[in-house]
């Protein structure tokens, strides 16, 4: 029992760091290199999660292996062009300038009733609105609007609007102080511990969480039962 968890664990931990030195992407939308990594790597670590009589290091070197080839495969794809065509695949036009290209939907065997559901999920029930839908690699629908059909901005109206956008900084998460992320707003412990005081907190466990942005704006929420 002890050794199938810890070859579980260590298993486990293989995945997560080689998912995570392939890059963000990995674990967002999958291209199709992404999705064959994903399912060899679900088959080849439950192998030796469950047989015994593999040895550990005979179900972590075909991991290691194929997590390096799909770095190498990233890095080629960054360098040519022509070579991400071949992995990735290229963009598909399926709607331009308001008309369905058929022949690109039975190209990327997309049906009308998925073209329809992709236009949905997006807020579009009108063909006739739409200028450009583009089938990305990731099998994703992107579509894009006339200008008329957009959503008027300030900029349109003529109207200046205030930037007050501002990316608030964690300080307190879930009652542990980061104190990296206060020093990086330029604040001190005696600015927090004021702050701490008008929110009636006595300490910093009691906050669930605490921001503050650039414009001093500083959001509080205390943990449900904290007085």
Not at 19 to 24: C, V
Not at 113 to 128: A, F, N, P, S, Y
Not at 171 to 179: A, E, F, K, V, Y
Not at 194 to 204: P, V
């Amino acid at each position: 029992m002890a050794t199938a968890f810890f070859r579980t664990i260590i298993l486990y931990l293989v995945l997560i760091i080689g998912l995570r030195l392939t890059g963000k992407r990995q674990i967002g939308e999958l291209e199709p290199n992404e999705l064959v990594l994903t399912m060899l790597l679900s088959d080849l670590a439950a192998v030796p999660m469950q047989d015994f009589g593999i040895p550990l290091l005979s179900g972590v070197l075909p991991i290691a292996v194929i997590l390096c080839m799909s770095m190498l495969l990233s890095f080629l794809s960054l360098r040519s062009v022509r070579f991400r065509a071949l992995i990735c695949g290229e963009p598909t036009v399926i709607i331009r300038q308001g008309v369905i290209s058929q022949q690109a939907m039975r190209r990327n065997r997309l049906t009308v009733d998925e073209l329809m559901e992709e236009l949905r999920c997006q807020g579009v029930t009108d063909l006739q609105t739409v200028k450009y839908a583009v089938l990305e690699t990731s099998g994703q629908l992107s579509v894009l609007l006339y200008p008329a059909q957009q959503p008027l901005t300030p900029q349109q109206a003529g109207v200046t609007v205030a930037d007050d956008l501002f990316l608030p900084r964690v300080i307190i998460n879930d009652g542990r102080l980061l104190r990296e992320n206060l020093r990086a707003a330029g604040l001190e412990e005696k600015w927090l511990a004021r702050q701490l005081k008008e929110q009636g907190c006595r300490c910093a466990a009691d906050v669930f969480l605490l921001t503050v942005d650039d414009a001093g704006a500083v959001v509080c929420v205390l943990k449900e039962g904290a007085t």
